[in-house]
């Protein structure tokens, strides 16, 4: 059975802090990780994909990948209350599988 | 029109009605995915296409029936629903199977 685990939060932040957000996936085979940003009562939106290990930055977001540890996390620096959302970490292996989502970390942004 | 349209935006249904939610992509994509998302849950993946072949069939009940005519639209055909049914259902696609997603808008359901 794949997994992916996230604790459900809410993580609560002032703004301009930095926001981590953490991910566990089950799967040794995993090769691909994506970081999905869902508003309440939208659907999810991509905002980072990362398949080595190390830190891929984007902006405020930087994707870090463990695959050692099976660790997955989502840096948001000078967190701003917009940011506040549902983010979705997902995983799929090679061979073109379908993705593996997590429940998702609710982070709350306080002005 | 781009990206990935969903239709209705809202459904409420009786359990003895049938409906059908659509889905449509013009990012030129060769999968499409219906998925469930429940409050509490992670996304639950219902159906795959591949270039319009059902590769998945994630153990849904038969109440629930997908068709994809051609590598641009999708359907989930809906019929004798049960209130635990109610959810947000999505549709999304990608380039290849497993690839980066783009999702719609998605359907809120409610079974009354």
């Known amino acids: 059975q794949k997994e992916v685990e996230q604790n459900s939060g809410p993580l609560s932040v002032p703004e301009g802090a930095i926001a981590s957000l953490n991910c566990t996936y089950s799967?040794?085979?995993?090769?691909?990780f994506f970081w999905y940003r869902q508003y309440s009562g939208k659907s999810p939106e991509l905002i980072m994909s990362?398949?080595?290990?190390g830190d891929k930055e984007d902006g405020r977001f930087t994707a870090q990948l463990n695959k050692a540890s099976q660790y997955v996390s989502l840096l948001i620096r000078d967190s701003q209350p917009s940011d506040s959302a549902t983010y979705l970490c997902a995983a799929s292996n090679s061979g073109y599988s379908t993705l593996t989502f997590g429940k998702g970390t609710m982070l709350l942004v306080s002005p | 029109e781009t990206g990935v349209t969903q239709t209705p935006r809202h459904l409420v249904m009786g359990m003895t009605n049938k409906k059908s939610l659509k889905c449509e992509q013009h990012l030129g994509h060769n999968a499409m995915y219906w998925y469930k998302q429940s409050a509490k849950k992670p996304l639950e993946l219902m159906f795959v296409?591949?270039?319009?072949?059902?590769?998945e069939n994630n153990s849904v009940p038969s109440r629930f029936s997908p068709e994809c005519p051609n590598s641009s639209h999708l359907f989930l055909h809906l019929h004798t629903l049960q209130p635990e049914d109610s959810a947000l259902y999505l549709c999304?696609?990608?380039?290849?199977?497993?690839?980066?997603?783009?999702f719609g808008s998605g359907t809120r359901l409610t079974v009354v």
């Open positions: 296409y591949n270039f319009k072949e059902q590769t």
């Open positions: 799967d040794r085979g995993s090769q691909s």
């Open positions: 990362i398949y080595s290990n």
């Open positions: 999304a696609s990608s380039q290849e199977k497993g690839g980066r997603y783009t």
